[in-house]
């Protein structure tokens, strides 16, 4: 029975390794820049480079500039490198446990008062308030 579930195992794992980091790349992009809706060459460009900024962060963007022919200087690598550290330790911060308790308090905090506004107010809106 072990060898079934090792089997099921590694056909899930195939299953999920069927795309290659291209066409992730190309499916957040298109995501910015829908394909059913006109988009310049610029909007593409600008998708393309959210992106990368989002994935990767700014240093993939200082080698998009090298590769076009655009000296990059030590300033622009450690502005890149201090914005990066920032990000990463912005991000670790949202995904804390104490920012997720604080999040929910104060949803909770808003919900209770929204209820208690609907309590004093009664609806503002509903089926049939204009007959």
């Known amino acids: ?14 299953v999920l390794k069927l795309q290659n980091n291209n066409e992730s790349l190309n499916s957040l992009i298109w995501t910015f820049a829908p ?3 006109h988009a310049g060459p610029k909007t593409i460009e600008i998708a393309t480079f959210a992106v990368s900024i ?6 993939p963007i200082l080698k998009i500039l090298d590769v076009m022919g655009i000296t990059i200087g030590p300033e622009a690598n450690a502005f890149a490198a201090r914005r ?3 990000r990463i330790e912005r991000s670790g ?7 997720k308790e604080g999040r929910t308090a104060r949803l909770h905090q808003r ?3 929204n209820e208690h506004f609907e309590v004093e107010e ?3 809106y509903e089926t049939g308030i204009a007959d």
């Open 122 to 124: 009664g609806f503002l």
């Open 35 to 37: 394909k059913h809706i």
């Open 93 to 99: 911060t949202r995904t804390s446990e104490a920012s």
């Open 54 to 59: 989002f994935n990767e962060g700014l240093i």
């Open 84 to 86: 990066d550290e920032a």
């Open 111 to 113: 919900t209770s008062e």
């Open 1 to 14: 029975m072990k060898v079934y579930q090792l089997i099921l195992y590694l056909n899930d794992v195939w």
